[in-house]
Protein backbone atom coordinates (compact mmCIF):
# COMPACT_ATOMS: atom_id res chain seq x y z
CA UNK A 1 0.00 0.00 0.00
CA UNK A 2 2.66 2.67 0.84
CA UNK A 3 4.51 2.09 -2.43
CA UNK A 4 1.17 2.72 -4.88
CA UNK A 5 0.66 6.02 -2.69
CA UNK A 6 4.42 6.97 -3.48
CA UNK A 7 3.77 6.31 -7.08
CA UNK A 8 0.71 8.04 -6.89
CA UNK A 9 2.15 11.07 -5.38
CA UNK A 10 4.87 10.79 -7.79
CA UNK A 11 2.10 11.19 -10.82
CA UNK A 12 0.73 13.79 -9.69
CA UNK A 13 4.00 15.41 -9.21
CA UNK A 14 4.46 15.07 -12.51
CA UNK A 15 1.20 16.02 -13.90
CA UNK A 16 1.21 19.10 -11.78
CA UNK A 17 5.29 20.12 -13.38
CA UNK A 18 3.25 19.57 -16.67
CA UNK A 19 0.55 21.60 -16.26
CA UNK A 20 2.93 24.42 -15.07
CA UNK A 21 5.18 23.77 -18.02
CA UNK A 22 2.12 24.04 -20.56
CA UNK A 23 1.11 27.77 -18.71
CA UNK A 24 4.58 29.23 -18.37
CA UNK A 25 7.38 27.05 -19.23
CA UNK A 26 9.83 30.00 -17.68
CA UNK A 27 8.30 29.28 -14.39
CA UNK A 28 9.26 25.49 -14.10
CA UNK A 29 13.08 25.51 -12.96
CA UNK A 30 11.97 27.58 -9.36
CA UNK A 31 9.22 25.31 -8.68
CA UNK A 32 11.46 22.41 -9.15
CA UNK A 33 14.39 24.42 -7.09
CA UNK A 34 11.87 24.59 -4.29
CA UNK A 35 10.67 21.05 -4.34
CA UNK A 36 14.29 19.57 -4.10
CA UNK A 37 14.50 22.08 -0.97
CA UNK A 38 12.05 20.69 0.35
CA UNK A 39 12.94 17.59 -0.35
CA UNK A 40 16.09 17.88 1.18
CA UNK A 41 14.90 19.72 4.41
CA UNK A 42 12.10 16.53 4.69
CA UNK A 43 15.34 13.84 4.21
CA UNK A 44 17.60 15.39 6.53
CA UNK A 45 14.80 15.56 9.49
CA UNK A 46 13.81 12.19 8.72
CA UNK A 47 17.64 11.20 8.73
CA UNK A 48 17.69 13.53 12.46
CA UNK A 49 14.91 11.77 13.81
CA UNK A 50 16.01 8.20 12.87
Known amino acids: M ?3 LAV ?3 LAAIAGL ?3 ALV ?3 AVPPVLG ?3 LILT ?3 LAVAILH
Do not use: E
Open 34 to 36: TGA
Open 41 to 43: LAA
Open 18 to 20: AGI
Open 8 to 10: FFA
Open 2 to 4: PVL
Open 24 to 26: DWR
